[in-house]
T-cell receptor
Framework: AQRVTQPEKLLSVFKGAPVELKCNYS??????LFWYVQYSRQRLQLLLRHISRESIKGFTADLNKGETSFHLKKPFAQEEDSAMYYCALEGGSTLGRLYFGRGTQLTVWP | NAGVTQTPKFRVLKTGQSMTLLCAQDMNHEYMYWYRQDPGMGLRLIHY???????AKGEVPDGYNVSRLKKQNFLLGLESAAPSQTSVYFCASTARLAGEQFFGPGTRLTVL
């Protein structure tokens, strides 16, 4: 069964520090993995997906199939990065269903 | 384009009352979803639809019903509301499998 685990409910860093939001998944096939972000008082939106292999707002995420991880990283956090981050997985015959982790609330202090 | 809209934005119900949440999208997307978001639980899929006239159960379907009579609309119904259904409800749509899901602004529902 598909499962997404985000071990950190809360994460705090200071501005300019590196940040890593962890995501581990369980899925037997080749998953599609995503990071969604929800800024305060805004709707959930896609941040990035592993197939595009791009950097959005300075964030990158690498799929590590050996460790079944898809951690989100940014070398220098900014205050505007404070938000709730969700890792999500889509795989197999799930007809476009996303399986979300429980989310990590990131706070970047000035 | 308005994208994905949800009606209403807020609602307070008493236990046993019924209501319908409306989701509308103007992007001609085939796939639509209803999620609930609860503290510490992330987003959990309630029901979804892969096209007009089709619906399927998600992870937490009990106590909810849905209908997709028109491609652009996806309705979520609560027949007899319970306090456990107090949550924030999000609708989403996507054009294709593994595509970006576009979310609505959410409906905050409180059941007393």
């Amino acid at each position: 069964a598909q499962r997404v685990t985000q071990p950190e409910k809360l994460l705090s860093v200071f501005k300019g520090a590196p940040v890593e939001l962890k995501c581990n998944y369980s899925y037997s096939g080749s998953p599609e993995l995503f990071w969604y972000v929800q800024y305060s008082r805004q709707r959930l939106q896609l941040l990035l997906r592993h197939i595009s292999r791009e950097s959005i707002k300075g964030f990158t995420a690498d799929l590590n199939k050996g460790e079944t991880s898809f951690h989100l990283k940014k070398p220098f956090a900014q205050e505007e990065d404070s938000a709730m981050y969700y890792c999500a997985l889509e795989g197999g015959s799930t007809l476009g269903r996303l399986y979300f982790g429980r989310g990590t609330q990131l706070t970047v202090w000035p | 384009n308005a994208g994905v809209t949800q009606t209403p934005k807020f609602r307070v119900l008493k236990t046993g009352q019924s209501m319908t949440l409306l989701c509308a999208q103007d992007m001609n997307h085939e796939y639509m979803y209803w999620y609930r978001q609860d503290p510490g639980m992330g987003l959990r899929l309630i029901h979804y639809s892969v096209g007009e006239g089709t619906t399927a159960k998600g992870e937490v379907p009990d106590g909810y019903n849905v209908s997709r009579l028109k491609k652009q609309n996806f309705l979520l119904g609560l027949e007899s509301a319970a306090p456990s259904q107090t949550s924030v409800y999000f609708c989403a749509s996507t054009a294709r499998l593994a595509g970006e899901q576009f979310f609505g602004p959410g409906t905050r529902l409180t059941v007393l």
